[in-house]
């Protein structure tokens, strides 16, 4: 008989080698998730926001302030430009995250790529565009790039102890954990990033003005900035809207959109329209992408051509007009309808001292001056330090003076080399550190020439001294210091804006509206999905409404052509369309295929189709496991022109039905066993949150579930108070024989 081979366990060394143990491998540790969370997720979340996403009060992330701080290690604020790949690969001992990352960010800093309003890196070569995804930047290889001259105002002081350094990842090196800045840097450029749970979002201001206002909460901290700071300036110029209300609460809150326009020119000669300037929140790409669109589906019919004419001149987006479009009512209509007026979204959200905060315009140029005072101080008291450690030094040179013979007799008799310091100590009464200092001296410049040289220094040095001490003592002459070096600044490279303020500007909210022709149509919506819109005036000469094999029409609806429509779906998400959207067409036809008009994701089908007027009313969504949601159909209007929404409703149940009321009424549930029960909606209280799980309203048995549901109709039942309940859930009640409820097939 075969002997029975017992089963052994195997090692998980995973093929690591011979006596390699790695502890815990193969066991199952029970472990709660807040634990989990708190020892995993929590420290990634930290590291993103403090040491990746979000700007410091200098106004860089950290990767912005290694690959600066290894190019000024390499002498490039004043040396010639090298290969962006050896500023690349000496940046990796600061930043190991690879070369692409690293490339990226030099790219962004660039002069060349345009996304700064000051750009910090003078590039050569192909650095991309910002207002451009098809223009790329060249491989690092390619390209050459040094400093700015305005680095000169992140690095000058660097070296006097104005900043802590601290080692780098390896402990190799060390780096500066911030820059002393001579200049707001946090709102002179444009800074964005994602963090978890948190972002920022802060746009740029003209230099000039940012300096003026600095100037001005320096000398009075109750300064209104909006008199100095006019309106924000980005690197693609353009209009700015002026919304004194909007601009005041960024200014005050740090949060809100700042409304940018592009700018164009009409070239009357050829009939056309040249964009130069664009928002910074689109591309040109974007926007002709959008016009022609609007093109294909109707809404814009003035364009006769689209095309991009970029050269190395800059941007221009050229648009070819047709015979009698005014050029002027036509941008008005593109303003509304294409990127070419986009908001930019301010959250001003900074690190300040290791702390995430979203600050008002004010209170960051507050904050910023802290720092800068800070920095001051540690500078003066680094050159105090000195002066006094040379003071110091001198004053044990002038008793040299006094017998210079004895110095070189004392020097010359010492029989130690060991004993020159204590002998000279003890000779001329000094310490030892103006002893060695004394010793140090070439024989050459032990002469009265040379040491009276020397002496007369220390009564400039006392008076720097004392100088020192005042304004150290004095936070107001430190402000001095800085309105001196805001000054410095601005003259040096303050330039004038390039977005252009418009006070007075024509609104385009309208133009939509005005241009969506407004009469009566029927809607007829199949169960397949589709939609079809006929002229309610035609509709009495058509004929049998035509619809795909195996389709048929659900459901027609009177409406007009300027309606909304929210059409669900069973991914859980919406579309939003206007009735205009879709074309007029007759009863032979059949309509229009939701999925494909609306670009719906592959596999999406239509569940429910809902006309919506002035966005009053509910939405009303029956599950199968007996519970039903109430959502304020308010929840899905957007301020945007968003045609998709995320969790239109719960996907944690399967849907059975969904259905729009503009006023609470009666339905009749009914369940997979014949069970019905009449529920009032006004006893579901409305959630303003979409993908709400709903209330239980059916009680369901094991393995039973709710069908479908209708609207209650008078007489329905002949005992209606058997299917009514006071509390819900309830398990409903089953149809006697006198009952004219709808037969329902299972």
């Not at 089963?7 to 995973?14: I, M, R, T």
């Not at 780096?175 to 994602?194: C, D, K």
């Not at 229009?592 to 596999?603: A, F, R, S, T």
Request: with cysteine.
């Amino acid at each position: 008989m075969a002997k029975r081979k017992s089963a052994k366990p195997q090692k998980a060394d995973g093929g690591l080698g011979e006596n390699v143990h790695i502890e815990g491998a193969g066991t199952v540790v029970n472990e709660a998730v807040t634990d989990i969370l708190k020892n995993n997720f929590m420290p990634y979340a930290m590291s993103v926001i403090l040491s990746r996403a979000i700007p410091e009060i200098d106004g860089f992330k950290p990767s912005h302030r290694k690959l600066l701080y290894t190019m000024y290690q390499m002498n490039l604020l004043t040396g010639a430009r090298v290969k962006s790949a050896n500023i690349v690969g000496r940046t990796m001992q600061l930043n190991p995250h690879g070369d692409a990352s690293i490339y990226e960010t030099m790219v962004r800093l660039s002069r060349g790529n345009e996304t700064l309003l000051y750009p910090y890196v003078d590039s050569k070569g192909n650095f991309g565009k910002a207002y451009s995804r098809n223009m790329m930047y060249a491989a690092s290889r390619y390209t050459e790039a040094k400093l700015e001259p305005i680095c000169r105002e992140l690095f000058d002081d660097i070296s006097k102890d104005t900043v802590d350094f601290v080692p780098n990842y390896d402990n190799t090196m060390m780096e500066p954990s911030l820059l002393p800045v001579r200049f707001p840097s946090i709102l002179a450029n444009v800074t964005t990033g994602i963090a978890v749970g948190m972002a920022s979002s802060i746009c740029s201001f003209n230099l000039k003005e940012l300096c003026d206002t600095t100037i001005a909460l320096l000398r009075d901290p109750q300064h209104d900035v909006s008199q100095t700071l006019l309106a924000p300036d980005f690197v693609g110029g353009g209009y700015i809207l002026y919304d004194r209300e909007e601009l005041g609460k960024i200014y005050a809150t740090g949060r809100g959109s700042v409304r940018v326009r592009a700018k164009y020119s009409y070239d009357k000669k050829y009939n056309c329209i040249d964009v130069t300037e664009i928002p910074p929140t689109t591309t040109a790409e974007a926007i002709i992408d959008k016009v022609v669109e609007l093109v294909k589906n109707g809404k814009v019919r003035e364009v006769s051509d689209i095309r991009d004419e970029t050269d190395l001149n800059g941007l221009k987006i050229t648009i070819d007009l047709k015979r009698g479009t005014d050029a002027d009512k036509f941008m008005q209509k593109l303003y509304k309808l294409t990127p070419l007026e986009d908001p930019f979204s301010c959250n001003f959200n900074v690190l300040v001292g290791g702390h995430p905060k979203v600050y008002g315009v004010s209170e960051l140029l507050q904050a910023w001056i802290d720092f800068r005072l800070e920095c001051v101080r540690r500078r003066l008291t680094f050159t105090l330090d000195k002066k006094r450690k040379q003071l110091h030094l001198l004053k044990g040179l002038s008793k040299i003076l006094l017998d210079i013979d004895k110095a070189i007799q004392i020097i010359r008799e010492t029989q130690s080399e060991a004993d020159v310091v204590p002998n000279l100590m003890i000779g001329f009464g000094i310490d030892e550190v103006q002893a060695e200092y004394v010793a140090e001296i070439k024989l050459r410049h032990l002469n009265r020439e040379y040491i009276l040289k020397r002496i007369h220094d220390i009564e400039t040095l006392e008076n720097d001294i004392a100088d020192l001490e005042k304004t150290l003592a004095s936070q107001a002459r430190m402000k001095k210091i800085i309105v001196s070096e805001l000054e410095d600044v601005s003259k040096k490279y303050a330039a004038a804006r390039k977005s252009e303020i418009l006070y007075d500007y024509a609104a385009a909210e309208s133009v939509e509206q005005v241009e969506i022709a407004d009469y009566p149509v029927t809607l007829f919506i199949s169960k397949d999905g589709y939609l079809k819109k006929i002229k309610t005036a035609n509709l009495r000469m058509s004929g049998e409404q035509k619809v795909k094999e195996g389709d048929q029409i659900l459901r027609s609806v009177e409406c007009s052509n300027k309606d909304e429509l929210l059409v669900f779906t069973d991914k859980c998400q919406v579309y939003k369309a206007r009735v205009n959207d879709f074309t007029d067409t007759k009863a032979s036809a059949l309509g229009d295929y939701c999925p494909v008009k609306l670009g719906m994701d592959e596999g999406e089908n239509v569940v429910y189709i809902a006309l919506v007027q002035q966005y009053k009313g509910y939405m009303v969504f029956a599950y199968e496991n007996g519970k039903i949601a109430k959502v304020d159909v308010s929840a899905y209007e957007t301020k945007t022109n968003r045609k998709k929404l995320l969790k239109a409703y719960s996907a944690k149940a399967v849907l059975v039905q969904a259905e729009y009321i503009t006023e609470d009424t009666e339905l009749v549930l009914v369940s997979s066993s014949g069970r019905m029960l009449i529920v009032d909606t006004g006893a579901i209280a409305p959630k303003a949150t979409k993908d709400t799980v709903g209330v239980n309203a059916m009680t369901l048995k094991k393995n039973q579930r709710v069908v479908s549901f209708h609207h209650y109709h008078e007489g329905e039942f002949e005992k209606a108070w058997r299917f009514r309940t006071k509390n819900l859930p309830a398990a409903g009640a089953l149809p006697g024989a006198n009952d004219i409820a709808e037969q329902i097939t299972f």
